[in-house]
């Protein structure tokens, strides 16, 4: 690490980051600062995803609100200061409200009476909500720059492990693609053009004519707009790792593998040094293999397989198969995680500084939502991911799945096949594999079925964006509303930042509880445009379109 | 679902805002029994899809006197329904951009102001009082009304909803309304996906759907459904109080309870309801410049969510509110233009009272369904179809 920096404040302290290095990762240098506070109630919250999904690390810089400190690299001068939380984020005398009403504040009933109040109730509401302060107007006019605009054969999204290996097929049968990621600074790609920082978010069903029937909007970190004209698109954006309900669920120090593994730095040691791994398979198992001596424990709601057992084995890390986590201890940062054994067995308290969740991963699957494909219930996660076929093809023509974007490695289509099926227009082959059962069990629903009737649970939060509690989805349900749809609406679950990504996993499964059905009949929320959230700067920039093709 | 009964007093069709308010009021003027069917989930059409303005100024009297009624409906809301809606009422702030737009606007103000209410003409300064940090040179001046608002919407739905239920009012989801029975030339039946339910009077509440529900009842209407987009930012400290609109392109936004803005812009679009209420690149982009060149520091925040939702339009933008002449027993409540949140208190009232047989003081020129198939054109028409 050399002796040159970035300097840039943080709550007007000096600090430092080196070349390369998000905010995040400076501001960790030992441990991370409490950086957010949760909207309503003011809990500490922590950097659940890593990787630009989650409210944890939302700061002001420069002016700007709700920067993500995991997607910024500090700039020198750079002013870094912390939101919504008076007087500072460590000492927050607004957590008085959640004292004051543990149930959840109930804004769907309350504060109706007296009439004459209403105005003032409304001026403190208002007050209260909101995360940062509306940004200056030098912060707006700093992020204005010229959009990308570009008309390809073929666009790949995602440069990772599978994105990479269907470029490189496609090189070999001389196609150059034009590669998005949305990595600050993904290794680079021989042969072929990638642009970095780079996030789809948006990509609307392809026109019923022309040579490049799709249109993709995307943008480019701080606020580049980029608009994208395709023949072809592969998309290989792979999956995510899901969070869990339990008490506590958004202290700092909860994070997913995601979070956890964009965090260990080569030659650095993680931000925690005794972390409990939650999840007993593969992805538990690159946990281990990545930063196995920093983790204590492996605690996992079903049975833990033996590649994880040998990894544990490995760095004498102790395991817990078969268990419910019931609670994360500690006020402002995980101290420790109380467990029991499935079954009604014994319990215990772990001691440790991270909670890693790494028990269930599932498909990023909103662009097949916003393009049309025909999308496919995966009974493994009780998540939804596109129908392909043998050689990647989604049912929107042109359009193609890799990797773990399109399932799990067993299932998923070899890139040589997808890369072939995409340079020669190969007839879609039907898949090898049959899709599975929708009825197929659920581990994770028994798991919920079992944890739901042990504990007191109804303060625990469901959707950690919009402060909503479990206890007000069950207020939902027994007000006789059914369906992820409609409780979304009634409880306000799932409309923050992240969209839903992290609480509509489990409250499907809640809900499959509650309303005794599976959770696909449940339904499914909307995956609605943009997959990320969108500086206006980027898509002000993007000129308006040429006319052709609408009717007044 | 299914049915509780093989016939009902009455049946609406669409459990939106305006066909909830529509059974309620029936419900409790003795009108039952009522069944609302709607093909969908509660809030799945234009009811859970719309910016929450509710505002009074309006180019003719009988619109504005409409709104004004249901401002007053919308403020009693809470202590009716026991839901807090949230009814905020800040203001509707309209932007002009140039003399002759601000002309226009000064022409709503005197007609607004002549029925009591404390509309106001703004010049730039004023307007930049209103809205901090626009751009400058952005408006020339603009016309405000204090107590116009804003509201969320899905409370007010659950409380009809709720309301409407505890007075014996049964609400089926899922079951979609297929056509009518006709017999002696006069409704007789509704046919819906769970088959035939007898009853002498439909009420057709589809909203954006309610011009194909006419048609499947073999009526020609001129309701056409239009998709307009919406998009909502991430929520911040409160900055903006009025609901802005401008005249020109049809932009409009507000903040939030939450702190979000919420607002869409006018684009030109494709009639009929088979694209679906999905988002356009198009639209996210002409809203992003519009929203920015108005107020630059907006560009440092970031959009989560665009969606959309059906308008049913009119030609002369007013609703259709009464009996059809040509089919007795189905009666309209529909063609608000992407304003029926802001009427529907007012309007499900009298469309209630139509099929009471009761005499409404709505001017039948303006409201009824003859006016389109008398030959001569309508008198009035409504061109303030924004926000």
Known sequence: MGEAGRRFSFRGRPRTAQEGETLLSALARDRIPLLHRSIQYHRPQGPLCGVGHCTGCLVRVNGRPNVRACRYEPAEGDIVTTENAWPSTNRDLLSAIGFLAPGGVDSLHGLRRPAFATPLFQRMVRRLAGTGAPPTDEAGRALLAPAVERSVDVVVIGAGASGRAVVAGLVKQGVRPLVLDRRLRPAPLPDSELLHATTAVFLPPPAESGNRPFTLLAFREPAQGVRLRARTVVVATGGYDTSLLFGGNDRPGVLTADGALSSVVPGRRPPFRRAVVVGGGSRAAEVLAACGDAVESVVAPTEIRPEVVRLANDHGVLLYPRSLLLRARGRRHVRAIDIRARGGGAGASLPCDAVILAHRRIPHAQLFFQAGATMEWRPDVAAYGPAVLSNGATSVPGLFAVGSAAGASEVAPPPELVAEAVAHGTRAEPSAHSPPAMDAPTELLGYYRELLRTRRHGGWVACACVDVLVSEVERANRAGYRGIEVIKRYSSLGTGVCQGRYCLPDTLLLLSLLEDRPPYEVGYITQRPPVVPTPLAALASLPPPPREGVVP | ?387
């Open chain 2, 1 to 387: 679902m299914t049915l509780r009964r093989d016939a009902y007093r009455t049946v609406v069709v669409g459990a939106g805002i305006v066909g909830l308010f529509t059974a309620y009021h029936l419900a409790r003027s003795g009108g039952g029994p009522v069944l609302v069917v709607d093909r969908g989930f509660l809030s799945s059409g234009s009811s859970g899809r719309n910016g929450g303005g509710v505002r009074q100024q309006w180019e003719t009297r009988g619109t504005v006197r409409l709104a004004r009624e249901a401002v007053e409906a919308y403020r009693r809301f809470g202590r009716e329904f026991g839901f807090n809606i949230w009814f905020r009422q800040s203001g509707y702030l309209f932007l002009a951009e140039n003399e002759r737009e601000l002309t226009r606007l000064k022409s709503v103000h005197e007609l607004v102001a002549s029925e009591g209410l404390p509309s106001q003409v703004l010049d730039a300064d004023g307007v930049a009082r209103f809205v901090e940090g626009i751009a400058p040179g952005a408006a020339v001046g603009g016309t405000y009304l204090g107590t116009d608002g804003t509201l969320y919407p899905f409370p007010a739905i659950w409380g009809v909803y709720e309301a409407a239920r505890s007075l014996g009012v049964e609400v089926a989801l899922g079951v979609e309304a297929l056509g009518v029975q006709v017999r002696d030339g006069r409704v007789a039946g509704l046919l819906t996906s769970k088959g035939p339910v007898a009853t002498p009077t439909v009420v057709n509440a589809a909203g954006g759907w309610s011009g194909d529900f006419s048609r499947r009842a073999g009526l020609e209407v001129p309701n056409v459904a239009t998709r307009h987009e919406i998009l909502a930012t991430e929520s911040m400290k409160p900055f903006l109080d009025p609901m802005v609109v401008r005249v020109s392109d049809g932009l409009y936004f507000s903040q939030s309870m939450r702190g979000e803005v919420i607002g869409g812009v006018a684009l030109p679009h494709r009639p009929g309801t088979a694209r679906g209420q999905g988002s356009s690149p198009e639209f996210l982009s002409t809203m992003a410049r519009a929203l920015v060149g108005l107020l630059p520091r907006l560009g440092a925040v970031n959009v989560i969510r665009a969606w959309s939702g059906f308008y049913d339009d009119t030609p002369d933008g007013f609703p259709v509110i009464g009996e059809d002449p040509r089919l007795p027993g189905f009666v309209h409540g529909n063609g608000f233009g992407g304003h029926g949140f802001m009427l529907a208190p007012a309007t499900s009232r009298r469309v209630a009272a139509t099929v009471l047989g009761q005499a409404t003081d709505l001017d039948p020129a303006q409201f009824s369904p003859s006016r389109f198939l008398d030959p001569r054109a309508p008198t009035a028409a409504e061109r303030l179809q924004l926000g």
